[in-house]
């Protein structure tokens, strides 16, 4: 088992940054390609931007340019950069880890995931 955490989540207003933090514990954090996923109430949930094993990103259209996501191998954490948030990046932001090789944007190849955490911005 891997165990997620994620850290980070709170209120800020549109045009705002806030960094998200998720910590992994229980197995070899380096085998893991790393994702972050996104629901909005009453809204399926949608990926938001990963990162390889090796360190290559992919991001969703709807973030690309305002956020970032690295990892740290040594500390068994990535991280989520957040800038010129605006209201419709409202959402609970979930933390995930695949075993596949490459990056994945499809969330059922995640097998495990954070608790999740709010990210709310006001207008």
């Known amino acids: 088992q891997l165990q997620l955490v994620e850290s980070g989540g709170g209120l800020v207003q549109a045009g705002g940054s806030l960094r998200l933090s998720c910590a992994a514990s229980?197995?070899?954090?380096?085998?893991?390609?790393m994702g972050w996923f996104r629901q909005a109430p009453g809204k399926e949930r949608e990926f938001v931007i990963t990162?390889?094993?090796?360190?290559?990103?992919t991001y969703a259209n709807s973030v690309k340019g305002r956020f970032t996501i690295s990892r740290d191998d040594t500390k068994n954490t990535v991280n989520l950069q957040m800038e010129r948030l605006k209201p419709e990046d409202t959402a609970i932001y979930y933390c995930a880890a695949t075993s596949a090789l490459g990056t994945v944007v499809t969330e059922d190849r995640y097998a495990f995931w954070g608790q999740g955490t709010q990210v709310t911005v006001s207008s």
């Open positions: 990162i390889s094993r090796i360190g290559v990103t």
């Open positions: 229980g197995r070899t954090f380096s085998s893991y390609g």
